[in-house]
């Protein structure tokens, strides 16, 4: 399959990484200027500590238009 731009290319990959096997972590995927992107990152590891939950940011790039796209994971057992 070809790939028209990198945007085709990781939508495949976050379908694929969706059905694959539960792992244990929750994603969320925003897509947010920059600014609003810091907050959101933010935000969420101050809810979901990464002592408690294993937070991060899974994945993080800048799109053509200059909105970030990233995703971020934590356990979902500390529930």
């Known amino acids: 399959?070809?790939?028209?731009?990198?945007?085709?290319?990781?939508?495949?990959?976050?379908r694929r990484r969706s059905a694959s096997a539960e792992d244990g972590y929750i994603r969320q995927t925003f897509t947010q200027s920059r600014e609003e992107a810091r907050r959101t990152a933010r935000a969420f590891l101050?809810?979901?500590?990464?002592?408690?939950?294993?937070?991060?940011?899974e994945s993080w790039r800048e799109l053509p238009d200059g909105e970030i796209e990233f995703t971020m994971k934590r356990l979902r057992s500390a529930d």
């Not at 399959?1 to 976050?14: G, I, Q, T």
């Not at 101050?46 to 940011?57: E, F, G, K, L, T």
């Open 1 to 14: 399959m070809a790939y028209r731009n990198p945007r085709d290319l990781a939508d495949r990959m976050s």
């Open 46 to 57: 101050d809810q979901w500590p990464a002592a408690a939950y294993m937070s991060a940011v």
